[in-house]
């Protein structure tokens, strides 16, 4: 039997502290146990806590019994969490991790504890943690590598011939957004040799909102872009050395949420000499520019662009000067017919779509402000003079340009704020609409608002009238607008292929229509969903749901909850017993907390996705966060100082969109916490992967390989960066382009990191650290026999990334 110390010297007053922090530890564990259970959830963090006190107690006592005990509830610790979640390295972390720690001090301490022979047991037991270490550190790299890719191949049959090569004319490399390039000299073979050959800063930093989201075009030999407060910019291709600016004189009061430009639009009027009629009368398809623009005549190329203050914006693409038959003396203002407008209502924050020779664009409307917000009228301009051809106001067919004297475009009307695809062929432009103004409350919308909303819709450009529509959600009150860029393939059937449009949503359904009617090529089911929440009656049934393939993962449960520890876990456990939840589509709910998985930024956001159409697969990058969101009544909001833009009690400074969004005109606020952080430790409560990248074969829609993607090197407890290379997969904003090298390029994530990935395989072949967060799509281009990519970091301030104003080129090195 082992004699017992007497506790004298300065290490037994070290192990008796030790012992008071174990104890300490325990505390909470006791207390939100019992609170876990009353909820219904699970009992170890109740047996967890009783045992830290009951070993902390023995160990301060200097009594061998208190690292037994700790031994015992490690074991019993090892064993409940393989029994949670098997071998799944990130689940494991805050289960383990800690504990593993305590583990470690407990075999410290144990020289003290046993006497003559402790020294002998702690270095036996500190070789067996270490070699634990190991083994878990090896588990979390292997769950983080790709999926095995499946046997899949084969070029489709009559892919579609329009893809980039030389050139990027079009903000999704293509008017198909395909964000494919047929450039192949940057390959599998020789990414990893990739150096940076030229740097441009735009020197527009904004000090707050930044976020500029930029994708430059590449039309001859020469870069075109706007900046995040919307400076148009043309930039030399080889050297990026500026040529021209241009600044429409922006001011600040008129950023939204963010100040992003995602892109810009380039014309010749050339091939706009034929306008389309007024009873829809075919005109040519343009002419895609494929070499220098260098037209004599002034403005007969053009670079278009939508301002933060809601005017379209025509230049000369040589010169940069404005283009004086456009508009007046080069502007249009869109708000025409809204009426009251305050600033930072309306901007447009994505770049136009041309569609035979007319301008289409949306704008944003700043999300829950008021029920009563401007209009999301759409409008059509003549690419050459500026003039209104149509409007399309969803409750008023009637009114086809501005509204009558006195009236104004009908307020609250679902918008689109992202772009526009055009097929200038069928003559129609595919609009991914939002959702009505006070996006979590739907009683007082009408039943246009209802059709319209969260739906694709196709207008014949020559009228601006509906051809079709195609909705993802019914009634939405979940702020699921549809936020990526539609792309168009060729979908094989039996009889060869159909000419279709790929859909991509934030729930992470993909959804494939024959872009000539909207029918789906793919099966689509209405199933059953909750029920309930504050409006009942306004709730539908069912909801459609892809089976072609979905990017979401399966319902979430108590055990999906993650922390750095297993007192953070139990908190979110806590919170997610508390929460209203039946899988997805969840009615909002007032009197808790609901959760919304995924949450409002996807599934695919802004960023859209890429096609590789020698290979048939769908390339998208995706985020798996929930939001944990309620709806606060109007005198809690009050009460809290939650006001709308305009209203002089308005909090100023920057909040996370929905984090106490106003929705004045109806009776709730919104109160969003976007991907479910603590408020402790900034950290999610969902377990890893935050966001992932994934290849999906279009004829099947089996997923060909997905990984996580992004980095943890700039995510960490209290915000500071843990540096570990480790793929935990992050929150993710911006797109990838793909090349026939078989490359995929891509930022987006918060790492802050711009990624060559192996197509076949999703393996990571070349990467470099950017000076901002490259919340952009890349574009590939090649000049003088010499093949760029190009990329916008300009940092995000939703996505917590350093802001900046680079624009820099990637090549191979030079040999000439």
Same mark, same amino acid.
């Given at each position: ?36 259970? $009353? ?194 910019? #043309? ?47 075919? $005109? ?352 809690? #909001? ?179």
């Amino acid at each position: 039997m082992v004699r017992e110390p007497r506790g004298r010297g300065p290490w037994a007053v070290a192990v008796r502290i030790f012992g008071v922090f174990v104890a300490l530890l325990g505390l909470p564990l006791v207390v939100g146990g019992v609170w876990l259970i $009353a909820l219904g959830g699970s009992f170890y963090y109740l047996l967890a806590g009783l045992g830290l006190i009951g070993s902390g107690v023995m160990i301060f006592r200097l009594r061998s019994l208190g690292a037994w005990i700790y031994l015992g509830l490690f074991l019993l610790t090892f064993v409940w969490a393989l029994w949670e979640v098997g071998l799944n390295g990130w689940a494991l972390v805050p289960r383990l991790v800690a504990p593993a720690v305590i583990l470690a001090g407990v075999i410290a301490c144990l020289p003290v504890l046993l006497g003559r022979g402790g020294g002998r047991t702690a270095l036996i037991g500190g070789g067996v943690l270490a070699v634990a270490a190991l083994a878990f550190g090896l588990l979390i790299a292997q769950a983080n590598r790709p999926v095995s890719p499946l046997s899949v191949g084969g070029e489709l049959p009559n892919a579609m011939a329009e893809t980039a090569g030389a050139d990027w004319p079009a903000y999704g490399g293509t008017h198909g957004a395909q964000r494919y390039s047929a450039l192949a000299q940057i390959n599998r073979e020789n990414v990893g040799r990739l150096e940076r050959a030229w740097t441009f800063r735009t020197g527009d930093l904004p000090e707050e909102k930044w976020g500029a989201e930029t994708t430059p075009l590449k039309v001859g030999d020469t870069l075109y872009l706007c900046s995040a407060r919307n400076v148009l910019i #043309a930039l030399d291709a080889r050297t990026g050395q500026q040529r021209w600016r241009y600044d429409p004189g922006v001011s600040d009061d008129w950023i939204p949420y963010t100040a992003a430009c995602r892109g810009v639009a380039y014309f010749e009027t050339a091939s706009a000499t034929t306008q389309p009629g007024s009873g829809g009368t075919p $005109a040519p398809a343009p002419v895609r520019p494929a070499g220098p623009a260098t037209p004599s005549a002034p403005c007969a190329a053009r670079i278009i662009e939508g301002t933060l203050d809601g005017r379209l914006v025509a230049v000369d693409a040589r010169t940069g000067r404005p283009c004086a038959d456009f508009g007046d003396k080069g502007s249009v203002d869109i708000k025409t017919g809204m009426g009251d407008v305050i600033p930072g209502m309306v901007s447009i924050t994505s770049a136009p779509t041309i569609v035979r020779g007319v301008v289409v664009t949306g704008h944003q409307v700043l999300d829950g402000q008021y029920r009563s917000a401007p209009s999301g009228v759409i409008k059509g301009f003549d690419a050459v003079t500026g003039e209104l051809r149509w409007a399309w106001d969803m409750t008023r067919p009637d009114i086809t340009g501005l509204p009558p004297e006195g009236q104004t475009y009908t307020r609250g009307t679902p918008n689109m704020w992202t772009t526009a695809t055009g097929d200038d062929q069928l003559g129609l432009v595919y609009l991914p609409m939002g959702n009505s103004a006070a996006d979590y409350y739907s009683s007082q919308r009408s039943p246009a608002e209802n059709r319209y909303s969260t739906s694709l819709v196709a207008l014949d450009v020559a009228t601006g009238r509906p051809a079709w529509s195609f909705q993802t959600v019914h009634m939405d009150v979940w702020d699921y607008d549809l936020g990526s860029q539609a792309t168009l393939i060729d979908y094989p059937t039996g009889g060869g292929t159909t000419p279709a449009i790929l859909l991509p949503s934030k729930q992470g359904d993909l959804y494939i229509l024959d872009r000539r009617t909207g029918q789906p090529l793919t099966r689509v089911e209405e199933r059953p969903v909750p029920q309930g929440g504050v409006e009942p009656a306004q709730r539908s049934r069912t909801q459609p749901f892809s089976l072609f393939h979905t990017l979401a993962k399966g319902r979430l449960t108590e055990k999906d909850m993650w922390g750095m520890s297993p007192i953070d876990q139990m908190v979110c456990r806590i919170g997610f017993r508390q929460a209203a939840y039946e899988g997805p589509y969840t009615p909002p709910t007032a009197d808790r907390r609901w959760i919304q998985y995924p949450g409002y930024n996807g599934g695919s956001d802004w960023g859209g996705v890429a096609v590789d159409p020698r290979r048939g697969w769908i390339i998208a990058n995706y985020n798996d966060m929930p939001n944990f969101n309620r709806l606060v009544p109007r005198q809690e #909001a009050d009460r809290l100082g939650w006001f709308p833009r305009g209203d002089p009690r308005e909090k100023k400074g920057p909040a996370a969109e929905g984090a106490g969004d106003p929705q004045a005109g109806v009776p709730y606020a919104i109160d969003v916490n976007a991907g479910w952080r603590m408020g402790s430790t900034g950290m999610l409560c969902k377990q890893p992967p935050y966001g992932g990248l994934r290849a999906i074969d279009i004829r099947t829609g089996r997923t060909v390989w997905d990984r996580p993607f992004g980095t943890a090197r700039k995510n960490g407890p209290f915000g500071v960066p843990s540096m570990l290379p480790i793929d935990i997969g992050t929150p993710n904003n911006g797109g990838a382009a793909v090349s026939a090298g078989g490359l995929i390029f891509i930022a987006a994530a918060t790492d802050d990191l711009i990624r060559a990935v192996d197509i076949e395989t999703g393996e990571t072949l070349w990467q470099d650290r950017l000076p901002a967060g490259g919340q952009a799509n890349p574009i590939l281009y090649e000049q003088d026999g010499r093949q760029y990519l190009v990329l916008m970091a300009g940092g995000h301030h939703f996505m917590e990334t350093p802001k900046g104003d680079y624009v820099i080129a990637w090549a191979l090195p030079d040999r000439r």
